[in-house]
């Protein structure tokens, strides 16, 4: 463009020609994009975020990478935000990301610079399991008592170490009743495992199941003197059984022939045997 000037007599050849101005239309920024969302854990690094290569402006892109606690207030990235893409440092909360494309006359003053997409890295907390404490039981169930991390929707999970073949109610139950094989009694230990988002804690109990005794003390007997053998029998013996009774008199075992038993008089007696087995 210019510009002809003339004034009065002072025309045509007289007037006066402006210095020439060229304006250059510059097609506007576009595919400006970066990628992708991320789901991460606390103080964990996240991915590369890529951004794709502009087109528009003069052909020299500049770019400035933004970041956001709230996807609303926008400040320039903390790392080098430079670049066609950005690595994030490592994250204590979830962040955004955006990225701003200038160039030649398209930018922030003059208008026509571009914004692209904003992506999301999700921070996860880790969570904090407790399968709860170590304790003994007696038989072949009993329920556990893991306690969920506060605060998080963590899925939990629970799975046998040393017995793969323990039986859950519900492994995903905190309180699940777990059931052991009767041939299996002893030391079981139980993991729960806290799943957030991939961000996993785990914690083990060791329950000590004991086998339950099971006795039987004879059938009545109707005696002839003051001596007798009794037809008692334990199932799943231990080492501490004991006879107590009740009657007229004093009954003394056989140190020999345990089930040999003398009274030292006549009369009734009631006797009861009781077999004790760890917490049974």
Not at 49 to 54: A, D, F, K, W
Not at 92 to 104: A, C, E
């Amino acid at each position: 463009y210019r510009r002809f000037v003339e004034s009065g007599k002072c025309t045509d050849a007289y007037g006066i020609f402006s210095d020439i101005v060229q304006i250059n239309f510059h097609e506007a920024i576009t595919q400006n994009a970066i990628q992708s969302n991320q789901s991460i854990c606390t103080n964990d690094t996240p991915d590369v975020l890529l951004g794709s290569s502009p087109l528009g402006g003069d052909g020299t892109m500049n770019f400035r990478w933004e970041q956001s606690t709230d996807s609303l207030f926008w400040v320039d990235a903390t790392q080098a935000n430079d670049l066609i893409d950005y690595q994030p440092e490592a994250l204590l909360q979830t962040h955004w990301y955006r990225r701003i494309v200038t160039s030649g006359p398209c930018n922030t003053i003059q208008g026509g610079a571009d914004t692209s997409n904003a992506v999301k890295v999700k921070v996860n907390s880790y969570p904090i399991a407790f399968a709860g404490d170590d304790f003994e039981t007696c038989g072949d169930t009993v329920s556990l008592s893991a306690i969920p991390t506060p605060g998080l929707e963590a899925i939990g999970t629970w799975t046998s170490i040393l017995h793969p073949t323990d039986n859950f109610n519900d492994a995903n139950d905190p309180t699940t009743l777990v059931e052991i094989t009767p041939d299996s009694h002893g030391i079981h230990q139980f993991e729960w495992k806290e799943n957030n988002n991939g961000c996993i804690s785990i914690d083990t109990v060791d329950v000590v199941f004991w086998e339950k005794p099971q006795v039987e003390a004879g059938e009545d007997q109707l005696v002839c003197g003051l001596t007798t053998n009794l037809e008692a029998s334990i199932v799943n013996p231990s080492n501490d059984n004991d006879w107590t009774y009740s009657g007229p008199g004093v009954l003394t075992w056989d140190a020999i022939d345990t089930t040999l038993v003398t009274a030292d008089e006549y009369g009734f007696y009631t006797l009861r045997l009781t077999s004790n087995n760890g917490v049974c």
